[in-house]
T-cell receptor, first 116, second 113 residues
Framework: ETGVTQSPTHLIKTRGQQVTLRCSSQ?????VSWYQQALGQGPQFIFQ???????GRGNFPPRFSGLQFPNYSSELNVNALELDDSALYLC???????????????FGPGTRLTVL | SQQGEEDPQALSIQEGENATMNCSYK?????LQWYRQNSGRGLVHLIL?????REKHSGRLRVTLDTSKKSSSLLITASRAADTASYFCATVPISGGSYIPTFGRGTSLIVHP
């Protein structure tokens, strides 16, 4: 267990709806990243938040948005759901330090989203 | 697009054998990480190797990095059925600001008891 939790575990929505996924970071971590993983593929980076500010974004449309809260928990919001949004959504927390130091990411178990 | 690409896509071996997976990448990196994922679950970090390192060990795992060839390998010695999983490499580029790992498509390892 990494200490990173995600909710819900599974979710079924219909096309056009909106969804909010939640992540609780490991204690002491100030950075959270969200990934989308389609079946049989590697995780694709959506965006990263560092101290409540977006700190990098992958090739995802604006209908994918996020928030990081002062307690370092985070949300991923997806509007106007499309069938291709069906995937496993993973969040990962880590600790950013100054300079070029980068520490390992701890992943949550993921939320399986199915869009019908 | 995928920065790191694992090879082979799938690997099937007997318990006790060694498993070797390779990762190639395109641009200069700050570090490279290997992760393991059991079916449909979250990823577990295995080893992080920095660009100035050539080899790291952790238990039965050995990772090498060759920056001149832009490649890395993960060796699992004396494999066990419990090692069955997908293995991903992730590269973190040299860039200011954000440290965003880019994952490959993974190697699916099956270890037969």
């Amino acid at each position: 267990e990494t200490g990173v939790t995600q909710s819900p575990t599974h979710l079924i929505k219909t096309r056009g709806q909106q969804v909010t996924l939640r992540c609780s970071s490991q204690s002491g971590h100030n950075t959270v990243s969200w990934y989308q993983q389609a079946l049989g593929q590697g995780p694709q980076f959506i965006f990263q938040y560092y101290r409540e500010e977006e700190n990098g974004r992958g090739n995802f449309p604006p209908r994918f948005s996020g928030l990081q809260f002062p307690n370092y928990s985070s949300e991923l919001n997806v509007n106007a759901l499309e069938l291709d949004d069906s995937a496993l959504y993973l969040c990962a927390s880590s600790t950013r330090t100054s300079g070029l130091s980068y520490n390992e990411q701890f992943f949550g178990p993921g939320t399986r989203l199915t869009v019908l | 697009s995928q920065q790191g690409e694992e090879d082979p896509q799938a690997l099937s071996i007997q318990e006790g054998e060694n498993a070797t997976m390779n990762c190639s990448y395109k641009t200069s990196i700050n570090n490279l990480q290997w992760y393991r994922q059991n079916s449909g679950r979250g990823l577990v970090h295995l080893i992080l190797i920095r660009s100035n390192e050539r080899e790291k060990h952790s238990g039965r795992l050995r990772v090498t990095l060759d920056t001149s060839k832009k490649s890395s390998s993960l060796l699992i010695t004396a494999s066990r059925a419990a090692d069955t999983a997908s293995y991903f490499c992730a590269t973190v580029p040299i860039s200011g600001g954000s440290y965003i790992p880019t994952f490959g498509r993974g190697t699916s390892l099956i270890v037969h008891p």
